[in-house]
């Protein structure tokens, strides 16, 4: 046992902004686009209410309107909730991007790429592998593990296998938390 680690050290996975969304703009070839700041909208017809998050091609700008709740009774919805729809609130903007529900609905996937980042500690602890590192996610980004060992290792995606050591699979996205060992450069068989 005296390879067994005595470093923890925690890796955080975080959100930086909301993820764009695959998307084909019927106006131009992009197949890309944003909620931007944010905006839904509301519109009341007698007791029914249709909402809905505008989205916005990244390339022309052409905006659509994906629904949330369609021909709703006005009563069916909380009241916060409704006032979270009217001021734009950017959490209830989050919410509804990331609910894998509304996404499933419309058919739509997240591009998730420059969207999230990595927060590992300062490290200066060579003398000290190997590593023991936990992964957690702030966020549920969809990370290929191998990606982001990769990243807070400094070392190439192909590197990573010889690296560490593992049991989850390294090319799977996965938004659930892991730990993996990591050897020092050059140490592994
Ligand atoms: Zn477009």
């Not at 680690?5 to 890796?11: N, R």
């Amino acid at each position: 046992m005296s390879s067994q680690p005595h470093i923890v050290l925690p890796w955080i996975v975080r959100r930086t902004r909301l993820p764009l969304l695959s998307w084909r703009c019927l106006d131009c070839p992009s197949k890309s686009a944003t909620t931007g700041k944010g905006r839904f909208r509301a519109n009341a017809n007698g007791k029914l209410l249709d909402v809905w998050l505008l989205v916005r091609c990244v390339s022309c700008d052409r905006t659509s309107k994906l629904p949330v709740h369609e021909r709703a009774t006005v009563r069916s919805i909380d009241p916060a909730l409704l006032d979270g729809y009217h001021a734009n609130d950017p959490k209830l903007v989050a919410a509804t991007l990331l609910d894998p529900l509304f996404l499933r609905r419309h058919g739509l996937a997240l591009d998730w790429q420059g969207a999230w980042e990595l927060d590992p500690l300062p490290v200066g602890l060579d003398e000290a592998w190997p590593w023991q590192v936990a992964v957690n996610f702030e966020d549920p980004v969809p990370v290929r593990p191998d990606r982001l060992i990769a990243q807070g290792l400094g070392c190439s995606r192909s590197e990573v296998p010889r690296r560490i050591k593992s049991d989850i699979s390294l090319r799977r996205p996965r938004t659930l938390g892991f730990t993996f060992i990591a050897m020092a450069r050059g140490s592994a068989g």
